[in-house]
């Protein structure tokens, strides 16, 4: 009978980086230091790397930022593609759209937390803000088409209406936290009572 070696200890190295794990480490440190105030430096300290090893996935910091702030603004945009799929009138249309803008920020919130702070500083920025901007057009359209129904309230201009009803949704970056706070479909509806019961005309 022989006797089976015994078996090898596995040696216990630095865990390795794939490009997910590098957005979300480098997300957090543009949220905590601003993304002018983080260096490449930063990222590698924090991740334990070399710098040599964050280019092997990124040819750069500005890089880090357009993909972060694109994961925030194709999730809003995959809504937009998806209204044509949504049966009724703008209103149902629009309430989808807050109800999904709800949604992609609470599953991509330190990404949509970035986005909401980019001040145009750099290109990547500004293309980040003319996007923010064509979404921002769409819902003033669906605002406006809603009135022009008879299901929201004239009186209210729709720009502004706009403005204070994404303003609302945008602001769960300040508090929502996921842990221990309310579910993606809780604040959803929490948010579009908050919203539809002020913005809709009376059928009195």
Do not use: C
């Amino acid at each position: 009978m022989t006797t089976a070696p015994p078996a090898r200890t596995a040696k216990r190295g630095r865990p390795g980086y794939d490009l997910e794990s590098l957005l979300a480490v480098a997300v957090k440190l543009f949220n905590e230091r601003g993304y002018d105030g983080t260096s490449m430096e930063d990222l590698s300290r924090k991740l334990g790397i070399t710098k040599s090893a964050i280019y092997h996935h990124v040819p750069s910091k500005q890089e880090l930022l357009r993909l972060s702030v694109n994961r925030a603004l194709d999730g809003l945009f995959a809504l937009v593609e998806e209204l044509d799929a949504v049966e009724g009138r703008a209103v149902e249309r629009l309430e989808f759209l807050v109800r999904g803008s709800v949604a992609v920020l609470v599953e991509r919130l330190p990404f949509v937390t970035l986005l909401l702070r980019v001040r145009g500083n750099t290109k990547v920025e500004r293309d980040a803000l003319a996007r923010r901007r064509e979404f921002d057009r769409i819902v003033s359209e669906l605002v406006t088409q809603a009135v022009e129904e008879g299901d929201l309230r004239s009186d209210i201009d729709p720009a502004t209406a706009a403005r204070l009803l994404f303003g609302m949704v945008n602001s769960l970056i300040e508090w929502y936290r996921p842990r221990g706070g309310l579910g993606a479909d809780r604040l959803a509806d929490a948010v579009a009572t908050m919203a539809f019961d002020g913005l809709r005309v009376r059928d009195d």
